[in-house]
């Protein structure tokens, strides 16, 4: 069974500072994808970043960028030049390719302005 | 990347009634998920629905509380039957659409419930 562990309930950042949530995984297979999305207060869940089990570079989209250590099972979300608009909670999730994707209780992150 | 709508974006259910949520994407998709995200926690995946055939089931869930149909490729409703204070969460909608080894799922904006 896969599973995913936020132990950050809550992190504050300061306004264009960098920041880095944490995120742990378990899993058997040797094929997985890990993903970072974000759910401000309206709802909606936004897909951020992505990393394939068999990537060798890092992901990067813009501001993120996923620190992926597979020897440790982590895939911590580094998040530059923080804006008041990345306030919103922050879910790390993992994949197997069995269509089921397993979510993490999620890190609300605060900007400080 | 696949576009979502669902609807209602929000509702407001006496306990002992029903609510049909309906989900559209822009582009043809084989399988389609139902999520619930009850206040404060996670996402929970409710049941996989396949275009013609029944939904697939998580642990936990059953077809008699959340009865889903899936008529076309686009297209899904989820249904959440007698409803309880309990059933008050978000419910989301979702699609893969990734390629290769790549699984993004992509995310409807939502169906925010509230039962009283």
């Known amino acids: 069974a896969q599973k995913i562990t936020q132990t950050q309930p809550g992190m504050f950042v300061q306004e264009k500072e960098a920041v880095t949530l944490d995120c742990t995984y378990d899993?058997?297979?040797?094929?997985?994808?890990l993903f970072w999305y974000k759910q401000p207060s309206s709802g909606e869940m936004i897909f951020l970043i992505y990393?394939?089990?068999?990537?060798?570079q890092n992901a990067t989209e813009g501001r993120y960028s996923l620190n992926f250590q597979k020897a440790r099972k982590s895939a911590n979300l580094v998040i530059s030049a923080s804006q008041l608009g990345d306030s919103a909670m922050y879910f790390c999730?993992?994949?197997?390719?069995?269509?089921?994707?397993?979510f993490g209780a999620g890190t609300r992150l605060f900007v400080k302005a | 990347s696949a576009v979502i709508s669902q609807k209602p974006s929000r509702d407001i259910c006496q306990r002992g009634t029903s609510l049909t949520i309906q989900c559209q994407v822009d582009?043809?998709?084989?399988?389609m998920f139902w999520y619930r995200q009850q206040p404060g926690q996670s996402l929970t995946l409710i049941a996989t629905?396949?275009?013609?055939?029944?939904?697939?089931?998580e642990s936990g869930f059953v077809i008699d509380k959340f009865p889903i149909s899936r008529p076309n490729l686009t297209f899904s409703t989820l249904t959440v039957s007698n409803m309880s204070p309990e059933d008050s969460s978000i419910y989301l909608c979702?699609?893969?659409?990734?390629?290769?080894?790549?699984?993004?799922?992509?995310f409807g904006p939502g169906t925010r419930l509230t039962v009283t």
């Open positions: 582009s043809q998709v084989t399988m």
């Open positions: 899993t058997s297979d040797q094929s997985y994808g």
């Open positions: 629905a396949n275009q013609g055939s029944e939904a697939t089931y």
């Open positions: 999730a993992i994949n197997t390719g069995g269509f089921k994707t397993i």
């Open positions: 990393q394939g089990s068999y990537d060798e």
């Open positions: 979702s699609v893969d659409h990734g390629t290769g080894y790549s699984y993004e799922q992509y």
